[in-house]
């Protein structure tokens, strides 16, 4: 990393995708992989963004503690714990780019027309959350479809918004299972191999920007009000949506 530009690259690629996960509590893969994926060799940037982003989902836990609601959040994780092994399955055995277009198709246009119906007061929401069974099968789904796009944050996050949860519950809620799957995902690959020299350099490297996006996005998260997290989560849905169709 002796490359100024690649340095540059790094830090503002990792920046801005702390900056996102920090704000709206996921696509640190979506935003930073834009850059990333067309700087460095796959094989170094997926561990690269996989170890960052794990960074910034264990500060974001810690930032948010104090609402963090782990009974409903565990229910999410068993779901997505049971998920993973089939989507490892799959990509190992089947043509998954038609899917991540497909997902990536219905998570953009459920974005795009909730950004619309905002314009309209008279949104209303699902209701009764509680049902244990269906928070697991949208666990399983997020699990399911994190290992197939890096996003296992998606579906809970468009679970949440379909039954309008304040933002501080909301990331309560779905904070702990997006750590939780990325720990799991980094596991699995540090199963199959170790990171290399490369990837641990570039992190140590993007530690400073990888910091100032958390925190500064951390901080935004505590100051916008209900209405313009939601606005903000909508968004980073399509952007994320679209880039999986791009």
């Known amino acids: 990393m002796t490359d100024p530009s690649s340095f540059f690259?790094?830090?503002?690629?990792?920046?801005?995708g702390a900056f996102v996960s920090g704000l709206a509590g996921f696509a640190f893969s979506a935003v930073a992989g834009a850059i990333l994926l067309h700087t460095f060799p796959p094989l170094e940037a997926v561990p690269l963004m996989m170890v960052c982003s794990v960074g910034v989902q264990a500060a974001n836990l810690w930032a948010?503690?104090?609402?963090?609601q782990w009974k409903?959040?565990?229910?999410?994780?068993?779901?997505g714990l049971l998920g993973i092994p089939i989507a490892v399955y799959l990509l190992q055995n089947a043509d998954t780019h038609a899917f991540r277009i497909g997902f990536g198709a219905v998570v953009a246009l459920y974005a795009g027309y909730m950004l619309l119906r905002l314009l309209r007061p008279t949104l209303t929401h699902l209701r009764q959350m509680e049902r244990q069974g269906r928070n697991a099968l949208v666990g399983f789904g997020g699990g399911l479809i994190g290992g197939l796009t890096a996003m296992p944050g998606a579906l809970p996050t468009i679970w949440c918004d379909m039954h309008g949860i304040p933002k501080n519950q909301q990331r309560g809620l779905v904070q702990p299972f997006i750590a939780a799957m990325q720990i799991f995902a980094l596991a699995l690959l540090l199963s199959r191999s170790s990171l290399s020299s490369t990837v641990m350099v570039d992190f140590v490297i993007s530690l400073p920007a990888l910091a100032a996006g958390?925190?500064?996005?951390?901080l935004m998260f505590r100051r916008v009000n209900e209405l313009a997290f939601r606005r903000i989560i909508l968004v980073v849905l399509l952007l994320s949506g679209l880039s999986l169709i791009i």
């Not at 409903?72 to 779901?79: A, F, Y």
């Not at 958390?214 to 951390?218: P, S, V």
Request: charged share 10%; net charge positive; hydrophobic share 65%.
């Open 214 to 218: 958390t925190a500064l996005g951390i």
């Open 64 to 68: 948010l503690r104090k609402s963090i």
């Open 9 to 16: 690259l790094l830090s503002a690629a990792v920046f801005a």
């Open 72 to 79: 409903g959040s565990l229910i999410l994780i068993v779901g």
